[in-house]
Antibody, heavy 123, light 113 residues
Framework: QVQLVESGGGVVQPGRSLRLSCAASGFTFSSFGMHWVRQAPGKGLEWVAVISFDGDDKYYTDSVKGRFTISRDNSKNTLYLQMNSLRAEDTAVYYC????????????????WGQGTMVTVSS | DVVMTQSPLSLPVTLGQPASISCRSSQSLVYSDGDTYLNWFQQRPGQSPRRLIYKVSNRDSGVPDRFSGSGSGTDFTLKISRVEAEDVGVYYCMQGTHWPPWTFGQGTKVEIK
């Protein structure tokens, strides 16, 4: 079965950096795009970024462009999110999620989610 | 960006009774291929979201048949025919037609009266 396990969260000061990881198993990781979605405490869901199956295609929500970088290592079945210049408003649980379809088909978004990792940006 | 608007935001229901959640999009979610990419997710307390419904009305594997999705264009509905205790949580609609970004409704909190 599909398993997604995030790690790397923690407490960080504003302006600092953090890198999240998501270890995937139970499916052919190298065939599917992968997303990051976040949820601020007590709030709703917000899509953050997506990367194509081969790493060539990346999209970001406006509020993180230029600060966050999504990447993947298909040899390690691992997805990453490098977060720089962190702000208080980036405080959230960060989920990785598997794209519903393989290839470059992003329609429909995502199906399986990890359990999330908490990022707290505070001085 | 497509704005997704859910109602109600809070839904107290009696066990065994039906429940209905509405979701409206700021533009049609019908893609040129004829498909409509509208999903529903359930988030139980303390858990990560789980997809229940994809492309308006298709139930994911393992989802009880008391959950059903319907709608077209800009108006969509998630129905629970008979609410059970395990259905407590927050339900989100999400559009996957006009991306990026993929956008969610605000969420509807279902609780037992």
């Amino acid at each position: 079965q599909v398993q997604l396990v995030e790690s790397g969260g923690g407490v960080v000061q504003p302006g600092r950096s953090l890198r999240l990881s998501c270890a995937a198993s139970g499916f052919t990781f190298s065939s599917f795009g992968m997303h990051w979605v976040r949820q601020a405490p007590g709030k709703g869901l917000e899509w953050v970024a997506v990367i194509s199956f081969d790493g060539d295609d990346k999209y970001y929500t406006d509020s993180v462009k230029g600060r966050f970088t999504i990447s993947r290592d298909n040899s390690k079945n691992t997805l990453y999110l490098q977060m720089n210049s962190l702000r208080a408003e980036d405080t959230a649980v960060y989920y990785c999620a598997k794209n519903s379809h393989g290839g470059y088909d992003y329609f429909g978004g995502f199906d399986f989610w990890g359990q999330g990792t908490m990022v707290t940006v505070s001085s | 960006d497509v704005v997704m608007t859910q109602s109600p935001l809070s839904l107290p229901v009696t066990l065994g009774q039906p429940a209905s959640i509405s979701c409206r999009s700021s533009q049609s979610l019908v893609y040129s291929d004829g498909d409509t990419y509208l999903n529903w997710f359930q988030q139980r307390p303390g858990q990560s979201p789980r997809r229940l419904i994809y492309k308006v009305s298709n139930r994911d594997s393992g989802v009880p048949d008391r959950f059903s999705g319907s709608g077209s264009g800009t108006d969509f509905t998630l129905k629970i025919s008979r609410v059970e205790a395990e259905d407590v949580g927050v339900y989100y609609c999400m559009q996957g037609t006009h991306w990026p970004p993929w956008t969610f409704g605000q969420g509807t909190k279902v609780e037992i009266k």
